[in-house]
């Protein structure tokens, strides 16, 4: 079969074809969590997979810039896939960004083509289980590499990895990072629980009994704080934010078909296109280097917009947006996400001042 001319800027017919594709996929995961690998296939055979690696290996090298519009087309045609791909792509950038020669040479051109699958667990050194006294994932060094025992709490698509790259504390409390072979001994993945949106991401615990990881698989340290060390996936960061705007205009969009037919819905609409435009404008500008604002001031702003970008889509859509299968309650859920997906403490607190109505 001959694949579709692959993808090398945001703004080519292509893509198009593939955010059309992605958005009917969507729609038919709302009422079940199935892993949706057909979208991932057709990101693969359109060639997004190489957004996000150097042309050594295989990519396109995308500027962040264009990374950014990239994201916000497929987040606004399918957060959930979407975002399966910031996993992928963090995994992907920590591999690439290593000094790891043999770690690059065995995934990366896999990984590029499509033909392998690889995900991230990281969350339990930076946001998660940070509060016990104890490391959820430890690490011993032997000759022979390093012996994980215990379990990364929330890792997307595990089953159908063939690479995670994990972090885990080694006694000292310095921390490694390791690009692990799912298919080693005592490496497994439970089923993952329901969630409110997106449980067709599969993500849910990684756990780890005895496993046995070698040297020539570590990508960066033993160190204090690992996650400094290169450059990620940008956890957290504006790439979390830029999902959320893409989801947002997404159900802006909706809601100005809607006003097309009911004049009363013009106006909400163009104040939250308005925002929309100009969250837009300062992603793009971050992206560029230009310090307009911060990533935490950013991340407030984008978690506002979603919240009540996709409400007001369902209020619109009244009755039938409440039912299983249109997009407006699939959106209401799924924006849900951005107050638990890697939310700073300082975000969250505004946000829920916000909610509460209490002015800043």
């Given at each position: 079969?001959?694949l579709?001319?692959?993808?090398?800027t945001?703004?080519?017919?292509?893509l198009?074809?593939?955010?059309?594709?992605l958005?009917?996929?969507?729609?038919?995961?709302?009422?079940?969590s199935?892993?949706?690998?057909d979208?991932l296939?057709?990101?693969?055979?359109?060639?997004?997979?190489?957004?996000?690696?150097?042309d050594?290996?295989?990519?396109?090298?995308?500027s962040?810039?264009d990374?950014?519009?990239?994201?916000?087309?497929?987040?606004?045609?399918?957060?959930?896939t979407?975002?399966?791909?910031?996993?992928?792509s963090?995994?992907?950038?920590r591999?690439?960004?290593?000094?790891?020669?043999?770690?690059?040479a065995?995934?990366?051109?896999?990984?590029?083509?499509?033909?392998?699958f690889a995900?991230?667990?990281?969350?339990?050194?930076?946001?998660?289980?940070?509060?016990?006294?104890?490391?959820v994932?430890k690490?011993?060094?032997?000759?022979?590499g390093?012996?994980?025992?215990?379990?990364?709490?929330?890792?997307?698509?595990?089953?159908?990895?063939?690479v995670?790259?994990l972090?885990a504390?080694?006694?000292?409390?310095?921390?490694?990072?390791?690009a692990?072979?799912?298919?080693?001994?005592?490496?497994?993945?439970p089923?993952?629980?329901?969630?409110?949106?997106?449980?067709?991401?599969?993500?849910?615990?990684?756990?780890?009994?005895?496993?046995?990881?070698?040297?020539?698989?570590?990508?960066?340290g033993?160190m204090?704080?690992?996650?400094?060390?290169?450059?990620?996936?940008?956890?957290?960061?504006?790439?979390?934010?830029?999902?959320?705007?893409g989801?947002?205009?997404?159900?802006?969009?909706?809601?100005?078909?809607e006003?097309?037919?009911?004049?009363?819905?013009?106006?909400?609409?163009a104040?939250?296109?308005?925002e929309?435009?100009?969250?837009?404008?300062?992603?793009?500008?971050?992206?560029?280097g230009?310090?307009?604002?911060?990533?935490?001031?950013?991340?407030?702003?984008?978690?506002s917009?979603?919240?009540?970008?996709?409400?007001?889509?369902?209020?619109?859509a009244?009755?039938?947006?409440?039912?299983?299968?249109?997009?407006?309650?699939?959106?209401?859920?799924?924006?849900?996400?951005?107050?638990?997906?890697?939310?700073?403490?300082?975000?969250?607190?505004?946000?829920?001042?916000?909610?509460?109505?209490?002015?800043?």
């Open positions: 079969m001959q579709p001319l692959q993808i090398t945001p703004d080519q017919p292509a198009d074809d593939l955010c059309a594709a958005a009917d996929n969507a729609r038919s995961l709302d009422d079940r199935d892993w949706p690998a979208a296939r057709r990101c693969g055979d359109y060639g997004v997979y190489r957004w996000f690696l150097p050594t290996w295989g990519g396109l090298a995308w962040d810039v990374l950014v519009r990239g994201y916000l087309r497929l987040s606004a045609a399918s957060l959930v979407t975002f399966i791909l910031t996993q992928r963090g995994a992907c950038q591999i690439a960004n290593s000094d790891n020669r043999a770690a690059q065995r995934w990366l051109p896999p990984l590029a083509d499509g033909t392998a995900t991230i667990g990281i969350s339990h050194l930076t946001t998660s289980r940070r509060h016990l006294a104890e490391p994932l690490a011993r060094e032997t000759g022979a390093f012996v994980l025992d215990g379990y990364s709490p929330w890792v997307t698509g595990a089953r159908a990895a063939d995670v790259v972090g504390t080694l006694p000292d409390r310095r921390e490694v990072l390791l692990v072979d799912a298919r080693l001994p005592g490496f497994s993945a089923e993952p629980p329901r969630l409110v949106g997106l449980s067709a991401s599969s993500t849910g615990e990684v756990r780890l009994s005895s496993v046995l990881v070698p040297h020539d698989s570590v990508l960066a033993p204090e704080n690992v996650m400094q060390a290169g450059k990620g996936g940008g956890t957290g960061g504006l790439q979390t934010s830029t999902l959320a705007v989801l947002a205009t997404a159900a802006i969009d909706f809601l100005e078909a006003s097309e037919k009911r004049p009363d819905l013009a106006g909400p609409a104040e939250l296109r308005r929309e435009q100009t969250l837009t404008a300062n992603l793009l500008a971050l992206a560029s230009e310090a307009v604002c911060s990533n935490e001031e950013l991340r407030t702003r984008a978690n917009l979603v919240l009540r970008a996709t409400q007001s889509a369902l209020a619109a009244k009755g039938s947006g409440y039912v299983v299968g249109h997009p407006a309650g699939r959106w209401c859920r799924e924006a849900l996400f951005f107050l638990v997906w890697s939310c700073p403490q300082a975000v969250l607190s505004a946000n829920l001042c916000e909610l509460a109505g209490i002015e800043g």
